[in-house]
C-alpha cells in the first residue's frame, strides 16, 4: 500500500539526508489532471510503494528506489523543508549547491521550481515554488546570522544571474539585448559566463522581481523565434559571498546556487523537420543527451572505470560541471506523470534518475582567510579528476 506522504516527509526532516551522498535524487509526481481524469479514469502508469520506492506498473513491472517518492499530495512547503531548507543550510557553509528539474514537458518541472511567483512568497500562495522559498529562507538565515554573531566586520553579498540555453546559445534572461554569450573557465572563478548581467539582491522580493522579469524575457524570446520555451534550459545562479575578521584576518566564504529548469526530456521530432527547426531539434538532443552522456561517465568513474567524461561537448554540461561529479552537492527533482499517456516518457524519466543515483560529487567548503588558497583547491581538485581519468 502507497505509504502517505506525512511518512515520507518525516524521513527528509532527518538531518542525515545530506550525509552519505552528495547527490540526492527525489522522483516528485503530479496529479492527474482533470482533463486526463475525465479521459482515463484515475489509471496511472506508476505506483507508489513506499516513501523511497516507486513501481512502473509495465508491462514488464519494474521497481525504483531513489532518494525520495514525493507523491502528488506533497506540497510544495513540505517539498521544500525536505529539499530547499538543507540545500540553504549547505550554502550558508559554504558549499555549492544545485536542483535540477529534470522531466517531460507538462511533469511539473516549472511548478516545482518557480510555482506561482506573482502571488510573492510562501505568506501569500500555497503553489509558491522552490526558488522563492529557497531565497526567503536564504534571507532570514542571514539575519539571523547577523543576529547571533554580533560582528559589525560580517558582510554578506548576494549576486544573482538568470539564463536560457537554447539552440545551444546563451541568452541572459535579466539582459536580453546581449547575445550569444560565452563560457569562459578560470583558476579562480572557476566556469563562468562572459559579460552575464549580476544583480545584487538583498531580499526575496529583489529575486522575484527578477524571476518574473526573466520569466517575461523567456517568453519574448520564445514568441520572437517562434518556439516552446519548454525546448530551452534555465539556470537561476546566486552567488553567496560572506566575509568577516577574525583574530586580524579577514576569512571569505562563498557559495554557488545554481538552480536549473531543464527543458522537456521528451524525445524531440526531427522527421520532416528542416533548417533550423532541424538544427533545433538536434541541438536540445545535445545538451539534454550530453548531460545523460556526462552521468553515464561518470558512474563509470566511481565504479573504478577510466572514461572521459565529455562535460564540453554541450553548453549546459561545460556550464554545470561542478554540479555534475565536482564540487557541488546537487539535488535531481526528477517530476513524472502518472498519467498512462505518458508511460514510456515516464519510465525513461526514472530510468535517467536511477542513473543519476551513482553520481559521486566531492563536495568542498568554499572559505579561507585569503581567496588564493580557494582558488588552489580547486586547481588540486581538477588535478585529482585529471589523474583519476589518465587511470
Ligand atoms: P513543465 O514545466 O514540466 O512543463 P509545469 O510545471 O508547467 O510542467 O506543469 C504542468 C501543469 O501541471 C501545470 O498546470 C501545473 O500547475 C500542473 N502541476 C504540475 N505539478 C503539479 C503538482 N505537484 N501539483 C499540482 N499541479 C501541478
Ligand atoms: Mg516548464
Given at each position: 500500500a502507497a505509504v502517505s506522504s506525512i511518512q515520507s516527509f518525516e524521513l527528509c526532516e532527518d538531518p542525515s539526508f545530506w550525509k552519505d551522498h552528495n547527490v540526492q535524487v527525489i522522483i516528485r509526481m503530479r496529479p492527474l489532471s482533470n482533463n486526463e481524469i475525465s479521459v482515463q479514469g484515475n489509471n496511472k502508469c506508476v505506483r507508489q510503494e513506499s516513501c523511497q520506492t516507486i513501481s512502473w506498473t509495465g508491462p514488464p513491472e519494474a521497481r525504483f528506489t531513489f532518494d525520495l517518492v514525493a507523491d502528488e499530495n506533497v506540497s510544495q512547503e513540505n517539498l521544500f523543508k525536505v529539499a530547499g531548507v538543507p540545500m540553504v543550510d549547505n550554502c550558508m557553509e559554504g558549499y555549492n549547491s544545485c536542483m535540477f528539474a529534470y522531466g517531460q514537458t507538462g511533469s511539473g518541472k516549472t511548478h516545482t521550481m518557480l510555482g506561482d511567483i506573482e502571488g510573492g512568497t510562501r505568506r501569500h500562495s500555497v503553489n509558491c515554488g522552490m526558488t522563492p522559498r529557497i531565497f526567503e529562507h536564504l534571507f532570514s538565515r542571514i539575519q539571523k546570522e547577523k543576529e547571533v554573531r554580533r560582528d559589525e566586520k560580517l558582510k554578506f553579498t548576494c549576486k544573482c544571474s538568470f539564463l536560457e540555453i537554447y539552440n545551444e546559445q546563451i541568452l541572459d534572461l535579466l539582459d536580453p539585448s546581449s547575445s550569444n554569450l560565452q563560457i569562459r573557465e578560470d583558476s579562480k572563478k572557476g566556469v563562468y559566463v562572459e559579460n552575464l548581467k549580476e544583480m545584487e539582491v538583498t531580499n526575496a522580493r529583489d529575486v522575484i522581481q527578477l524571476l518574473v522579469q526573466g520569466a517575461a524575457n523567456r517568453k519574448v524570446a520564445a514568441t520572437n523565434m517562434n518556439r516552446a520555451s519548454s525546448r530551452s534550459h534555465s539556470v537561476f545562479t546566486c552567488i553567496i559571498e560572506s566575509q568577516w575578521d577574525s583574530q586580524g584576518v579577514t576569512h571569505f566564504r562563498f557559495a554557488r546556487l545554481n538552480l536549473v529548469d531543464l527543458a522537456g526530456s521528451e524525445r524531440q521530432k526531427s522527421s520532416g523537420a528542416e533548417g533550423e527547426r532541424l538544427k533545433e531539434a538536434t541541438n536540445i538532443n545535445k545538451s539534454l543527451s550530453t548531460l545523460g552522456l556526462v552521468i553515464m561517465n561518470l558512474v563509470g568513474i566511481s565504479n573504478g572505470k577510466s572514461h572521459h567524461v565529455p562535460y564540453r561537448d554541450s553548453k549546459l554540461t561545460f556550464l554545470l560541471q561542478d554540479s555534475l561529479g565536482g564540487n557541488s552537492k546537487t539535488i535531481i527533482i526528477a517530476n513524472i506523470s502518472p498519467s498512462i499517456c505518458c508511460s514510456l516518457e515516464t519510465l525513461s524519466t526514472l530510468k535517467f534518475a536511477q542513473r543519476a543515483k551513482f553520481i559521486r560529487n566531492n563536495a568542498i567548503v568554499?572559505?579561507?582567510?585569503?581567496?588564493d588558497v580557494i582558488a588552489m583547491r580547486l586547481q588540486i581538485q581538477q588535478l585529482k579528476k585529471e589523474v583519476s581519468r589518465l587511470r
Open positions: 568554499n572559505e579561507d582567510a585569503s581567496g
